[in-house]
């Protein structure tokens, strides 16, 4: 059972954007930097967001991160067929010495 | 990115032992941390353990603790995930990857378990 909560699915039409947020505690969120990570079907994990806002060299500037609180958020804008994956959010948890994954949020293009 | 190239699918029985590879072939995991991660069928991912390539180092999540061993072998640039009895429930596609900061900035391709009578 996670201890980061993401939505189950979020959904918009090509060209519009998505935010997708990742609920967590002072004990990960609040106290460690967030990742976020695109899984394409049938594909590994792929890192899109580290240290809550930066973007690895190739990822697109439609991807954005952020992080307030015990709270972080992707936003995915400009949205294409090809951004239907499930997303990832991912930190460590001070209390527990353990790295945590939220749940996954499922991005429907409709 | 680095490269993380992972062994090959595997189909055991329960009670079987089974050791699953992970390698960077163009570099040393000498000062680094390479994580395991469990998927599930149809599941999210879930962090397993990490071992540190300069001293063995290893730290496993609570619920994966006892279940499984996560070694290295810095001269073959490579990382093992094994089970010493598998279990159906062990049925999943494992991931290797490349950890900084509780960051995974690169991944394998996954290794398949099955684990079925």
């Known amino acids: 059972q996670s201890v980061l909560t993401q939505p189950p699915s979020v959904s918009a039409a090509p060209g519009q954007k998505v935010t997708i947020s990742c609920s967590g505690s002072?004990?990960?969120?609040?106290?460690?930097?967030v990742s976020w990570y695109q899984q394409l079907p049938g594909a590994a994990p792929k890192l899109l967001i580290y240290?809550?806002?930066k973007r690895p060299s190739g990822i697109p500037d439609r991807f954005s991160g952020s992080k307030s609180g015990t709270s972080a958020t992707l936003g995915i804008t400009g949205l294409q067929t090809g951004d239907e994956a499930d997303y990832y959010c991912?930190?460590?948890?001070?209390?527990?010495?353990?790295?945590?994954f939220g749940t996954g949020t499922k991005v429907t293009v409709l | 990115e680095v490269q993380l190239v992972q062994s090959g699918a595997e189909v055991k029985k329960p009670g079987d032992s089974l050791k699953i590879s992970c390698q960077g072939p163009?570099?040393?995991?000498?000062?680094?941390?390479i994580g395991w991660v469990r998927q599930r069928p149809g599941k999210g991912l879930e962090w397993m353990g990490i071992?540190?390539?300069?001293?063995?180092?290893?730290r496993y999540s609570p619920s994966f603790e006892g279940q499984v061993t996560i070694s290295a072998d810095i001269s073959k640039s490579t990382a093992y995930l094994q089970w010493s009895s598998l279990k159906a429930s062990d049925t999943a596609m494992y991931y290797c990857?490349?950890?900084?900061?509780?960051?995974?900035?690169?991944w394998g391709q996954g290794t398949q378990v099955t684990v079925s009578s």
């Open positions: 990857g490349r950890i900084e900061m509780a960051t995974f900035d690169s």
């Open positions: 163009d570099y040393s995991f000498s000062s680094d941390w």
């Open positions: 071992i540190y390539g300069g001293d063995s180092d290893t």
């Open positions: 002072s004990s990960n969120i609040a106290d460690n930097y």
């Open positions: 240290d809550n806002d």
């Open positions: 991912g930190t460590w948890d001070s209390d527990l010495s353990d790295g945590v």
